[in-house]
């Protein structure tokens, strides 16, 4: 379809803007470095002959008047066109994600990176998505960071193939249809419904394939290489176009995600799944790739910082605290406070259980003496943030590890009530509501010791093979099985019954790929909580 674009020079002024340097080109145009004749503002100006067969710059002027005032959307400056020339002055950016990664000089970007791309992102698309507008063509190279002081907020840019999806005069949902149609998008990651299905079986592109397409450029950022069809180039001839398609179509999530995070591999099949007019759940993968970095102890920021910092000082937060809220000022106590804390710390009574450092074994029991023998102890095992916390141990991560460990030292069923309301007030903690593999590890532990604590735990989680993701619980099915729980709940024999149904809690929870509690499911362990705190 390209043509060869007017050859007319490009002038050195256009509308109240000097050219400066060529920044890139395109199919339809070049964008510049631009400054502003009476203010010195420099843009991006973004240039397209009047007669190109693509004039996207018609259609973008559009669309970036509706993202305007949006995180990571350019601001669009001015508009025009001056003779032969339509232009578009834009936010000046800096480099894509494309040249970043292809400049890194490494097979793959790390894990933080990745995360933080992901949130932002997905986020980027929210916002698009609510002001009714898809992107279509969600690349490494449509996607460029800021310059200074906005470098860690990734932009969207290109939306020369952008459209409505919710239609102005109806406000509904444009309608799927499967009238024969040019693929829109880019060879790489447009999703395969929209690239790859079979002659004139094309599908419309809606909310969920930016989402894929974002998926699977998370996906090829992680890939040694990148994703396998990525790795001859742009396809230049029909019959190559028609392997990559192949490829693309054949490819596994399971195949395409192995060795790395099962997010990764959830977001895709979520994609996949999402019906042609349903609303993503942005806010949830939002949340579940925050998780995600925290986990792997790179802090909740979404803040992209290139190059990354060495692994040692991602993963060290005393380094790495510029990018955490800042630590509180500690006072000095007030006069007299001192001399009684002194006198406290003489009179403790540190005989008996006093732990030999060093002796791992001997520092457990101690702890678990502790832990057992004083519920003041098990309460504020819950709960440690009474004093000082680093602020990262704020975390819904870090609360359902100390309430796992709770969990694992409780002796009573009133510990194990007071642990699960504990865990669902940190799994309420924040927007997405879903179960992390934290959260997994405390309903295992906690069907351990329900069960029978000398049981060999399977995680309701991990032992979830890949394929099992077919069997996907559907949303009605698992409904039923949350109301029976909490039915259940109430009638149960004892703990081992108990610990059963919090199994069958896990696993209907582990088949849902989203991972997501309802409801129904947080009205069942509030009731489990309220049954172990007041045994009948
Ligand atoms: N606002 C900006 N600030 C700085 N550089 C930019 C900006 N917008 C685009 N660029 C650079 O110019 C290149 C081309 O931009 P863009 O993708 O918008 O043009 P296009 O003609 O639609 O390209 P294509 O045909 O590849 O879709 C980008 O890859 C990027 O490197």
Request: hydrophobic share 35%.
């Amino acid at each position: 379809m390209s043509g060869p674009a007017p050859d007319d020079p490009i002038p050195r002024h256009i509308g109240n803007y000097y050219l400066q340097h060529c920044l890139g080109s395109g199919f339809s145009g070049s964008i510049h470095r631009a400054q502003h004749i009476h203010t010195g503002h420099v843009v991006a100006l973004k240039l397209q002959h009047v007669d190109h067969e693509c004039p996207t710059n018609r259609y973008e002027r559009a669309f970036y008047s509706c993202i305007q005032g949006g995180v990571g959307m350019p601001t669009l400056w001015a508009t025009g066109v001056e003779g032969v020339w339509d232009y578009l002055a834009l936010e000046l950016l800096g480099p894509s994600l494309d040249s970043l990664y292809r400049h890194s000089g490494k097979e793959t970007m790390d894990l933080r990176s990745v995360c933080c791309i992901a949130m932002q992102l997905i986020a980027r698309l929210e916002f698009m998505h609510h002001r009714g507008i898809l992107h279509r063509d969600i690349q490494l190279g449509n996607c460029a960071i800021g310059l200074p002081p906005n470098q860690g907020t990734i932009y969207m840019i290109d939306f020369g193939f952008s459209k409505q999806y919710i239609d102005p005069f109806t406000r509904r949902h444009i309608q799927d249809s499967n009238v024969k149609r040019d693929f829109i998008g880019n060879y790489w990651f447009s999703s395969v419904a929209v690239h790859c299905k079979g002659r004139g079986k094309l599908l419309f592109p809606s909310r969920r394939d930016d989402l894929e397409a974002v998926a699977l450029m998370l996906i090829h950022l992680l890939t040694p290489r990148g994703l396998s069809w990525t790795r001859n180039g742009v396809p230049k001839t029909d019959s190559a176009h028609e392997r990559l398609k192949r490829e693309k179509r054949h490819a596994r999530p399971e195949d395409l995600c192995a060795g790395l995070p099962s997010e990764f591999e959830e977001f895709l099949r979520y994609c996949r799944r999402l019906a042609f007019q349903e609303c993503p759940d942005y806010g949830m993968w939002v949340e579940t790739f925050r998780d995600l970095a925290v986990e792997n102890g790179f802090g909740e920021s979404d803040t992209f910082i290139w190059p990354p910092p060495p692994e040692d000082i991602r993963k060290a937060s005393a380094t790495f605290e510029q990018y955490l809220p800042t630590r509180p000022l500690i006072l000095a106590p007030p006069p007299g406070e001192l001399d009684g804390i002194l006198q406290g710390l003489r009179d403790l009574d540190l005989a008996d259980t006093q732990a030999v450092i060093g002796d791992l074994a001997q520092v457990r029991d101690a702890g678990v003496l502790r832990a057992r023998g004083d519920p003041a102890n098990r309460a504020s095992n819950s709960n440690n943030m009474n004093g000082y916390a680093w602020p990262i141990n704020n975390t819904k991560a870090y609360k359902l590890k100390q309430l796992t460990q709770q969990v694992s030292l409780a002796v009573d069923n009133a510990a194990l009530g007071e642990a699960v309301s504990g865990f669902v007030v940190a799994l309420r903690s924040n927007t997405s509501k879903t179960m992390t593999r934290d959260a997994f590890l405390f309903i295992d532990a906690l069907y351990k010791q329900l069960a029978d604590p000398s049981v060999f735990l399977i995680p309701s989680r991990q032992s979830r093979s890949r394929s099992d993701t077919s069997k996907a619980v559907d949303p009605r099915e698992k409904q039923d099985v949350m109301v029976r729980l909490c039915r259940d709940v109430r009638a149960a024999k004892g703990n081992r019954a108990l610990g059963d149904l919090v199994r069958e809690f896990g696993d209907t929870i582990g088949k849902d790929a989203r991972h997501w509690v309802t409801k129904e499911g947080f009205a069942f362990l509030a009731l489990l909580a309220e049954r172990l705190q007041n045994p009948c």
